[in-house]
């Protein structure tokens, strides 16, 4: 069985311009999550969809930001236009449920670097 | 809110020494404990869970112990290889509300041979 799987898996691009990141989840996962990591730092929550639907999008840093997932299959996270302090690895990950026993796979991440 | 403390690296040992790193976290009812590693240039693995008090996960010779009276889940390994060099994440999954894992800021492991 396919895991999360992240595409590009290395970007680099200039100041001002967009790029646009996609995810594959498990085939069956309803749930489908975006984090980031910048430089050194933890590994912070962007947003959460639940099949289509965005049930939190709190940790989505700015309007530069916007995720969709239409179909409610893979899902996309564009960022336009790009800033320096947007270089990190954004992470996808999906899981089947909400119960406390399911388990969050993660993809191998799509690293940015803005210059 | 829910959080994740976790020791601050980065962490050098020998190879064959004994680690430990610690985590403890903040979280309102049962959450699930996890630690994810990130080896150089890929992406995060989930290494071992626990889901409910005194559950003991382990994976590649890791450990760690679910204690709820002490908030803890401290990841541990009898005798590390260079191959274990890594970047080591404890999170935690509230089983309230929706799902959100929340993670420490991770810690670096080199092992040195």
Redesign the interface.
């Known amino acids: 069985e396919a895991g999360v799987t992240?595409f590009p898996s290395h970007s680099v691009i200039e100041k001002g311009q967009t790029v646009t990141l996609r995810c594959d989840p498990i085939s069956g996962h309803d749930?489908l999550?975006w984090?980031r990591?910048v430089m050194g730092?933890?590994?912070?929550?962007l947003l959460?969809f639940?099949k289509e639907s965005k049930?939190?999008e709190s940790g989505m840093p700015n309007n530069r930001f916007l995720a969709e997932r239409t179909g409610g299959t893979y899902s996309t996270l564009k960022v336009q236009p790009a800033e320096l302090e947007d270089s990190g690895v954004y992470?996808c990950?999906s899981?089947a449920g909400?119960?406390?026993?399911?388990?969050?796979?993660?993809?191998?991440?799509s690293w940015l670097t803005v210059v | 809110g829910d959080s994740v403390t976790q020791m601050e690296g980065p962490v050098t040992l020998s190879e064959e020494a004994f680690l430990t790193i610690n985590c403890t976290y903040t979280a309102t009812g049962y959450p699930s404990l996890f630690w994810y590693v990130q080896y150089p240039g890929e992406g995060l693995q989930l290494l071992l869970k626990a889901t409910k008090a005194d559950d003991k996960g382990s994976n590649k010779g890791f450990e760690a112990t679910y204690r709820k009276e002490t908030t803890s889940f401290h990841l541990e390994k009898g005798s590390v290889q260079v191959s274990d060099s890594a970047v080591y994440f404890c999170a935690l999954l509230n089983s309230g509300g929706y799902q959100k894992v929340t993670f420490g800021t991770g810690t670096k492991l080199q092992v040195i041979p």
Do not use: C, L, P, W
């Open positions: 992240q749930n999550y984090y990591r730092k933890e590994i912070k929550f959460h639940v049930q939190d992470f990950a899981s909400t119960r406390s026993g399911n388990t969050i796979y993660f993809g191998e991440g």
